[in-house]
């Protein structure tokens, strides 16, 4: 099993930023795509940003030039600075993570989902 484990997030004014981190754990013999969604309240869950193995991202349109999606492959944490927050932004974030195990089995895992508020 792996485990992703996010943090960072919290409230914050209108303009302000954030950085949301996620960790993974577990017998993994590596990650490929790892990725950031949300999910506001009467809404479905939507793709914010995705960052290959190999560094290729994509964004989501209305994330594009605000928010930047990076990882550290030694770590299999991937994050999300997020700048020019705006109240459109509220929602709860969750990483998901798609690879291989040490058993050769394949896993896609979500984590726990943490909190975005923008708010004055």
């Known amino acids: 099993q792996v485990q992703l484990v996010e943090s960072g997030g919290g409230l914050v004014q209108p303009g302000g930023s954030l950085r949301l981190s996620c960790a993974a754990s577990?017998?993994?013999?590596?990650?490929?795509?790892m990725g950031w969604y949300r999910q506001a309240p009467g809404k479905e869950r939507e793709l914010v940003a995705r960052?290959?193995?190999?560094?290729?991202?994509n964004y989501a349109d209305s994330v594009k030039g605000r928010f930047t999606i990076s990882r550290d492959n030694a770590k299999n944490t991937v994050y999300l600075q997020m700048n020019s927050l705006k109240p459109e932004d509220t929602a709860v974030y969750y990483c998901?993570?798609?690879?291989?195990?040490?058993?050769?089995?394949?896993?896609?895992?979500w984590g726990q989902g943490t909190q975005v508020t923008v708010s004055s």
């Open positions: 960052i290959t193995s190999g560094g290729s991202t």
């Open positions: 577990g017998s993994i013999f590596s990650i490929y795509p």
């Open positions: 998901n993570a798609g690879g291989r195990l040490m058993s050769g089995e394949t896993f896609t895992s």
